[in-house]
């Protein structure tokens, strides 16, 4: 008998503009000018922060951090196109998407000087904090999801990101394949930037593209222009209203580039080529969207630097008050061990804090 | 004879233990290329190749679960997690499998993996980067743990650990990586696991600790000592898992007195167990009550407090004397 053919696929790739800013017209998203000019103000001041943090630790006024510069579009779009209601999701690498979100740039500041006090905020709401652990937050999405469905909240799905390199973990696989059984309201976002420390996304898979993992599961699965931001937008819209309508999860894999170092520990001119870092400066996410705003009319050079002037006014504005705190109460680690104190653990604490005093107090014992 | 930090001393470790032994592969993640990310595999995919010195994916779990059958195979696999706080994302290849292959097959195999990984806090780095959770493998039957204190003891421990029938998690003190350096011998050298060391003798208390902590508590001991003209014994474990027990208890059993300094969290860590094994074998023997030094029961705090959670020479010089005190 003839083999019969049983199910065949395909991978799609998304661009909406361009590397030069033009525009494909019949896929541009639904945005406002004022939608346009924010979302551009958000990228902006993220690019700015994250290239003020490397500045900063170069200064050893910050400790390690892994910059962002170059992945602006690829977590700031999709936080536009989620509301209050949707959960963020976030690994290590979303500066954008999480002042999008809300977060001061301060606390980003604070939590990379060694301050948990970093992830509180304000606006807390539905955002999860630093995710370090690879790969190991794409589980915790499925869960908020399967959460947000029993509880009914239709109006609520979840947004996960993270890396290339994260799509080797087995945690990965199994959050595809949990939220596919159970239909469960979440986006993946896999911010492709082609590198995981030193190892090129070829290594990391022999897939052709990170999109198609998501036909094992069964769910859709694109592949986006992760330096658009519309195409990052419509993706991000398009798979949140299939999501909250019942249509189950969606894995987009938005193709981008880490133009800086790993983290600022790292020597990437130990792996990768300078000419290929100056191939994707052409492609920086900015820059494109910039010709955009340009090109429709809604920002012009005298414009831009007038921004460009109230972002780093705010950047310096942040750093200003991220130096000024210094209320971080040495034994707050005990208040969060667990909700309710216990004897022993307050003992503890006690003899912590003696043992602080006659080291001379907080101020000697900080490092 | 040349004078090297711990880095090199476990980089030349690795050249000569994969240089004279074919079967000896590496494996991680950015070892290659990048060299690992404290610069510990420098030199090794040059000269040995990609065959024998692989750039994983990224996946604990998957490094260790194929390192386990690379052993089965006939390799000897040193597999390198990036952090600690990444390690414990290989426990389950860990303890079901690689401390069970022996025991499960009625000792018709075994699994000569080492599993080594940077410990320990102290050089401010980020959230799961500063652990010390030795107990988390020392629990476990059939893992050995070594925690090397100093450049020589490193090489000459990975060595035997490399050579080592069982599974081996080899536990590098982050902090000590560069700290200091010492004459390591360029003739291949050995040092038997499960043995410890007394690197201070002494009559009147005997401090027992192991890998960054050994520093500080040395200093701790020399200053007690000058001022009170007494002698502290200083014992390094260097191995947790077995614990040798004989030489700390001998020890105690000379010197009536103990403390005990670990980085890791107070409750069941390792301080407990040798309090245990004195209180087993050396009671009667002694004059004070033993005392631990310890972190505390806390998640581990980032880098902004670590310096204050960690304990330091001052704590540890207040702990001995607190023992001397004791009538
Ligand atoms: C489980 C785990 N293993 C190792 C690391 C160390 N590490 C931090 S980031 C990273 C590479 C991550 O690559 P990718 O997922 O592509 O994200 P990117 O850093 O490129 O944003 C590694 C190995 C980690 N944080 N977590
Ligand atoms: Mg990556």
Known sequence: MPLSDLASFQVQRLQVLDQDGKLDQSLEPDLTRAQKLALYRAMLLAREGDQKAIKLQRQGRIGTFGPSTGQEAASTAPAFAMTERDWFVGAFRELGGWLARGMPLENFLWFHNGWEEGSVFPSLGRTLPVNIIVGSQTLHAVGLAYAMKLRGEQDSAVVAFFGDGATSQGDFHEALNFASVWQAPVVFICQNNQWAISLPVGKQTHSRTLAQKAIAYDMPGIQVDGNDALAMFRATQEALARAKAGG???????????????????????????????EWWQRDPLKRFRLYLGAQGLLDEAGHAALEAEVKAEVEAAVARFEARRDFKPDAPFDHVFGTPHPELEGQRKTFLRELAQAGGPEARHG | ????????????????????????????????????VFRVTAGLLTRFGEARVIDTPLAEAAIVGTSIGMALGGLRPVAEMQFDGFS?????????????????????????????????????????HSEAREVLYAHVPGLKVVIPSGPRNARALLVSAIRDPDPVVFMEPKALYRAFKEEVPEQAEALPLGQAQVV???????????GAMLHRSLQAAEEVDRRRGTRTEV?????????????VVNSVSRTGRAVVVQESPQSYGPAAEIIARLNDRALDRLEAPVARVSGFDVVTPYFGREKAYIPDAARVARALEHTLDYR
């Open chain 2, 88 to 128: 414990y994302l290989s426990i389950p290849q860990l303890e079901g499998h690689a401390s069970r292959l022996r025991a499960r097959s009625q000792g018709q195999r075994t699994v000569p993996m080492v599993l080594r990984f940077p410990y320990g806090g102290g050089v401010r780095a980020l959230e799961h």
């Open chain 1, 248 to 278: 189950g999860p969606t894995l987009i894999e938005a193709v981008t580039y880490r133009l800086m170092m790993h983290t600022t520990s790292d020597d990437p001119t130990k792996y990768r080529t300078e000419a290929e870092v100056q």
């Open chain 2, 1 to 36: 004879m040349a004078k090297l930090n711990m880095v090199q001393a476990i980089n030349l470790a690795l050249h000569q233990e994969m240089e004279r032994d074919g079967t000896v592969v590496v494996l991680g993640e950015d070892v290659g290329l990048d060299e690992g």
């Open chain 2, 200 to 210: 201070k003798e002494g009559r009147d208390l005997t401090l027992v600790t192991w």
């Open chain 2, 235 to 247: 014992v390094d474990l260097l191995s947790l898992a077995p614990l040798d027990g004989e030489t």
